[in-house]
């Protein structure tokens, strides 16, 4: 359903457990390497939330890409000891997360011990992928409902609340009758998504430009591309950026979109409610379009 490179990715960090309750995601050894590819699994097509100028780390550290991109959404201060990483770094880093979805904190071992490193991002990512409220949007053309238009995940359970969508599959772009299961292939080996939410593509577009009241940016992406967002989407391109099929996203798996100048989202899924096909309540749809205190 989604495109080949992104699914590929995505494949990638899946590791089936026999006999297990989920599955754990192999990640990268070291606490820097480890994190980074954690907050990617977990916030997909993150956007920066501030501009890093310099890092404690030489640019031909190993290391350095992945601190420059855990500096840019604030997992790890300015400053702080990564080489050899401090233990209060580490805490720090690990309760920043957790504090993002409101989860329990880890309780963190010696980021100097790669099986303490592996337990605590381990139960970092199955504490987050119990808090977090995913919601697929399924989105299909008005000339065909059997054809699929865009698919996207609402994300507000985030430090950074927002829409996510995927590049589709070519070959595979059909609304299956089972959009339950349509949802599910979302899943990571992180967190399951189960709710949806499904329209013709001019509905499920005017759920969040609520009728062209609001406007769109893009604010991240996969893969990231430095310095490149957020651009905002000119009017009535919309269409076009979610099916991919404009030039700001041409070269992308993923993106992340946000939705600015409507002030009660809320109330417009109320409204369209009657126009979509959903396997969530009234009240199930208002806790999944919250965001964290």
Do not use: K
């Amino acid at each position: 359903m989604v495109g080949r490179a992104f699914a590929t990715w995505l494949a990638a960090t899946v590791l089936a457990v026999a006999g297990a309750a989920h599955a754990s995601c192999p990640l990268p050894a070291g606490p820097i390497a480890g994190l980074a590819a954690t907050v990617r699994l977990l916030e997909p097509a993150m956007p920066r939330l501030l501009i890093t100028a310099r890092l404690e780390l030489p640019a031909e550290h190993p290391d350095y890409a992945d601190l420059l991109y855990l500096r840019e959404r604030r997992v790890i201060a300015r400053g702080a000891a990564v080489d050899p990483m401090a233990p209060e770094v580490w805490q720090a880093a690990l309760d920043e997360v957790a504090g993002w979805y409101g989860a329990p904190p880890v309780r963190a071992g010696d980021p100097a011990d790669p099986v303490a490193i592996a337990r605590d991002l381990g139960e970092l990512v199955d504490r987050v992928g119990r808090a977090v409220r995913p919601v697929a949007l399924i989105a299909w053309t008005p000339e065909d409902r059997q054809r699929l238009a865009f698919l996207g995940m609402v994300w507000n359970w985030s430090s950074y609340p927002r829409l996510i969508v995927y590049r589709l599959d070519p070959d595979d772009d059909r609304v299956d009758g089972n959009l339950g299961a349509m949802a599910r292939r979302l899943d990571t080996c992180a967190f399951a998504v189960r709710d949806y939410v499904a329209a013709s593509a001019p509905v499920a577009r005017d759920l969040f430009l609520a009728e062209n009241r609001a406007r769109m940016f893009i604010v991240g992406s996969e893969p990231d591309l430095p310095g490149a967002w957020p651009v905002e989407v000119p009017r009535g391109e919309e269409v076009d950026v979610f099916a991919f099929d404009h030039p700001l996203v041409a070269s992308l798996d993923a993106y992340a979109a946000v939705f600015v100048g409507d002030p009660a989202p809320v109330l417009t899924f109320a409204r369209l409610l009657p126009y979509v096909r959903t396997n969530l309540s009234p009240l199930g749809l208002t806790r999944v379009l919250v965001t964290p205190r």
